[in-house]
């Protein structure tokens, strides 16, 4: 399961969550005054578990009976997808599928199963390059595991060829999913955290929360409601800076009713000698994208799958032609490049105010020449 920027939970004392080998990019800030709202609770009920391979939390503000049962059958939820779309662990779909590639026995998945598959060809299909049979390129460089290595080009040319969104056949009637090329591997990783919390936080809803937050690995984020400041007061996400995650945020966005998903070079890599490898792979050419692109944090309100997905999708774009995804398909976003400066798009205006003791400059986007 791919581990991705970490996101820390601050209150009257700051509580931080750090994944090994993972950085932390935002913060989002809880009220140190007790609330003066009495539809939600001055001191939230917080679980967390250990799975998806790190760590995820509900923060629930909500002031209503049966929060316990509520935030554990959300918790459960990412508990099953860990199970189902990890690879190389017992029980995995993802694994039984990569498994019968070639073999011609399509494998029957459950309806979430298969709606998170169909949404990852969708993505796949756009052509923006990412492509979610790229399973056996992360295989074979393994970033962010204790077996990471620099392939040769001859093991990298022998599982480019497995790689085609195309070798992925769904039959939505029989609900069943088959790789029909041999070697082909799915990888979920970079979509499944967003879907997963689109199902957490439909459950929390469904079960009365109101006003929390949903926190998977800190990489994927869903805020519910208004923070307790006021019914009417965003809550506050700090943006971290990507080169300096323990110290000062580069800015603070305000946030209410969205999911808020991030991606960035910095936050796994293999470094060879002096070179540094990034995790996020571009399946045409086996190796790590290069563009401008130190970070993309895509905010939006109605799909945290898609959101997810098009946080890594986007450094195959570069910044200008990422820019331009992000709004074509009706989502915010604020990226910052490797040359220190920072591009909000209109959405976010007036929602991100940049901390102006930083290193980081807001750019606009028509200044930037080329692509990034």
Do not use: C
Request: no cysteine; hydrophobic share 35%; net charge positive.
């Amino acid at each position: 399961m791919t581990r991705r920027n970490k996101i820390t939970i601050a209150g009257i004392a700051a509580v931080m969550v750090i994944a090994i080998g993972a950085i932390l990019y935002f913060m989002v800030y809880l009220p140190s005054r007790p609330t003066t709202n009495a539809k939600i609770l001055a001191t939230p009920y917080t679980q967390s578990i250990q799975t998806m391979g790190t760590t995820v939390t509900i923060t629930d503000y909500t002031n209503a009976k049966g929060q316990e049962s509520a935030v554990a059958g959300a918790l459960k939820i990412a508990q099953n997808y860990n199970t189902w779309a990890t690879v190389n662990q017992k029980g995995s779909i993802v694994d039984e599928i990569n498994n019968g590639a070639g073999n011609g026995k399509p494998v029957k998945v459950s309806a979430e199963m298969f709606t998170l598959i169909q949404d990852a060809y969708d993505l796949s299909s756009q052509g923006t390059g990412y492509d979610v049979t790229i399973g056996a390129l992360t295989q074979l460089w393994h970033i962010g595991f204790p077996d990471a290595k620099l392939p040769t080009q001859t093991e990298i040319d022998a599982v480019l060829p497995t790689i085609n969104y195309k070798f992925l056949i769904l039959n939505k009637s029989n609900q069943t999913v088959y790789l029909s090329h041999k070697g082909t591997q799915l990888d979920l990783g970079s979509i499944t955290k967003g879907y997963t919390a689109k199902l957490m936080t439909a459950y929390l809803k469904a079960h009365g929360m109101t006003d929390g937050i949903v926190d998977l690995g800190s990489s994927s984020l869903y805020i519910m409601g208004h923070s307790p400041r006021g019914a009417k007061i965003p809550w506050n996400v700090g943006v971290k800076d990507p080169n300096n995650p323990t110290g000062e945020n580069i800015g603070i966005l305000t946030a209410e009713n969205q999911f808020v998903s991030t991606s960035g070079i910095y936050e796994r890599y293999l470094k060879v000698g002096n070179t540094i490898y990034p995790h996020i792979l571009n399946p045409a050419t086996g190796f790590p994208f290069s563009n401008d692109i130190q970070s993309i944090t895509i905010v939006g309100t109605d799909d945290a799958t898609y959101g997810d997905g098009v946080s890594t999708t986007i450094f195959a774009l570069g910044t200008k032609k990422g820019y331009a995804y992000v709004l074509a398909h009706h989502l915010q976003a604020v990226f910052v490049d490797k040359g220190g400066k920072v591009y909000v798009t209109p959405g976010l205006k007036g929602k991100f105010t940049l901390n102006s003791a930083s290193n980081y400059k807001l750019a606009d986007i028509s200044s930037l020449q080329g692509n990034g």
